[in-house]
């Protein structure tokens, strides 16, 4: 078991006390969710705020779990106030893909922490491509930069025909935050890791040109 940082601690806590504010205030939660009408006509603090609300209890825990486990992996590299602008960038970075993709959707909303922590987890991979992981139904381990770029292919391809109530652009958002920081932070990576940093480009890649070609 690891042991929880301060500053994961704190942005865990955050989550937990705005999402029960919301779980118990529908008022509250209308008003910081992230939806692209509110956005347009100027209320810009949803981009932030909407990313400590969550729809329910399982939500939160699944999101805060994920933290949970790879917060270790940057804050052993970068330390902790990095770590955090690294949670925000990936947050406002989730956010403003989703604004991207869904401008002209106005009744279009979301809430989760979901774009921030795929960037910790995106900046995590970064870090220590050859991490093992684990994944259901999938017995054996794989390599940690296998499934960063699966879970971004499967992203795009959810964001291509909107597969259930999730912000698959959010997640994908903060993936590209997450990597985008990891390597301002670290710029040597792109030196000492070129193939990793490559590889976790792709689906980045991929998003932007079949956005281009209107495929998406």
Not at 45 to 53: A, C, E, K, P
Not at 136 to 147: E, K, Q, S
Not at 186 to 204: Q, S
């Amino acid at each position: 078991m690891y042991n929880l940082h301060i500053a994961t601690i704190a942005i865990i806590a955050a989550n937990v006390l705005v999402s029960l504010k919301g779980f118990n205030d529908t008022n509250f939660f209308e008003r910081y969710k992230f939806g692209i009408g509110a956005i347009k006509a100027g209320q810009k603090d949803r981009m932030l705020t909407s990313g400590f609300l969550h729809v329910d209890m399982s939500h939160l825990f699944m999101n805060m779990f994920t933290l949970y486990f790879f917060a270790d992996v940057v804050i052993s590299w970068f330390g902790p106030a990095k770590f955090v602008g690294i949670y925000f960038v990936s947050l406002i970075a989730g956010s403003l893909l989703a604004l991207f993709f869904h401008k002209d959707e106005p009744y279009y909303s979301a809430v989760g922490a979901s774009g921030a922590v795929t960037g910790i987890l995106y900046a995590a991979i970064l870090l220590q491509p050859d991490m093992r992981l684990g994944i259901m139904f999938i017995p054996i381990p794989l390599p940690a930069y296998v499934l960063g770029i699966g879970y971004l292919l499967y992203s795009i391809y959810g964001m291509k025909k909107r597969l259930g109530n999730i912000g698959h652009t959010a997640h994908f958002g903060g993936a590209i935050g997450g990597y985008v920081a990891t390597l301002l932070f670290k710029p040597e990576l792109l030196v000492t890791d070129t193939l990793m940093v490559i590889l976790l480009a792709i689906p980045i890649v991929i998003l932007f040109v079949m956005e281009k070609l209107g495929k998406i």
